[in-house]
């Protein structure tokens, strides 16, 4: 119960060797991974093994107590082990399950205290998304329940080093950073968030519509320039979306939601259906679905609102000088295409406005491509790069509080 890592072990013996160190010092000293080290000293911290020093909020010394204080601890430590093992031996010990909440994700504190009645909760302070293998390891190797999102593709490797695991739980819509073969194999159990109470109702539809009046009428321009103290009307030219023939490709949720909204506007719209989703195209003011082709060929604006069954490629073919379209949102991570033809095409000018909804690399998931390659855009005019955040509202994330606790806590364990 209370037996050392070799990883803090290696901190403890830098510690009683250097002194008192921050965690930069630390993380240059044992070349390790910063965010893992942090976690690492804080169990350590809680432990009791390692005390903090605070300077300042970003200035924190790690180091040793006493050894009066260590020899306190280890008494302390002997009571809790001699009491734990005779209330054991007498069979009155009942443990719980281990529910781990293993990257970002977690509930807000009075959802937690309602689960420690049922589990042993573990959870982790930041909010950091850069999850590896090895962090993820260090976090879950011990747990019976996973709440996870979507930092890390869990793979069959991962969950055989997890040999207590029967169930994880994704706080998502989506199962696809989960190996559901070996889970099956494996006898764990994998549940989602209900589609039918779907947890962004509205929230990724007004995102879209956030980015299109971003990109059709670029506010920032005029917002910036009058910071400077040299505004001027020209150039500042906005457009409407009365008007426009919009593209909008899927119809499962988004898709359906955004094509009434656009018909209010005065738009013109033209749907394809990829997934095959059984519906009528008079549902949606159209005479007939559209092929991918069509539509960047018909569309002044599409929209890619929603996740596809299969990966969409947006490749030469579709994204030519001679396409019509001149504006696209990509608010799904189901797509690929090339960053350095979108490049292309905005240097042409022959795309006037870009938004994309999937920064991949802030989650190290997908890897549709390293960060380095989202640079070539993040400082072109009217190129909008989000992190996945269309989902991300108040109203969303309470939703998705609620399913998730109602989830666990109809667990049987």
Known sequence: MFSLTNSEIAIIEALKQHGALSLPELTSRLNANKSSLFYQLKTLVEKGYVQEQKKSARNILYSIPDVSELKKLITSQTTQ?????????????????????????????????????????VTFPDSSAHMTAELFLERCHDAEIIVNAFSLIITRTILKQCPQLKYIVSATLTLDTIDLAACRELGITVIQLDPAKN????????????????????????????????????????????????????????????APLLRMFGCNLCIANPDGISAEPVEFGVNEFCTLETIFQKADIIIFPESYESSIELDSRLLTSQMKARYLILASYTLRFSIDLMRDLLLKNTLKGLAI???????NVYDHFPESEYKKLLNLPNVLITPEVGFFTREAMERNHEQTLEILMKINY
Request: hydrophobic share 35%; net charge positive.
């Open 81 to 121: 082990l001699e009491s734990l093992f005779l209330t054991h031996s007498r069979g009155t010990y009942t443990a719980k399950p281990k529910l781990v909440f293993s990257d970002w994700y977690t509930l807000p504190d009075s959802m937690l205290k309602t689960l420690k009645d049922k589990y042993e909760v």
């Open 199 to 258: 947890y962004k109702k509205s929230a990724r539809s007004e995102f879209i519509f956030t980015a299109l009046f971003s990109l059709l009428r670029p506010i920032y321009k005029p917002a910036e320039e009058l910071k400077t103290g040299k505004f001027d009307y020209q150039g500042f030219e906005a457009h409407e979306l009365r008007g426009n023939t919009v593209g909008i490709v899927g119809i499962k949720r988004e898709g359906r939601d955004i």
């Open 357 to 363: 909804d999937y920064f991949s690399d802030v989650f």
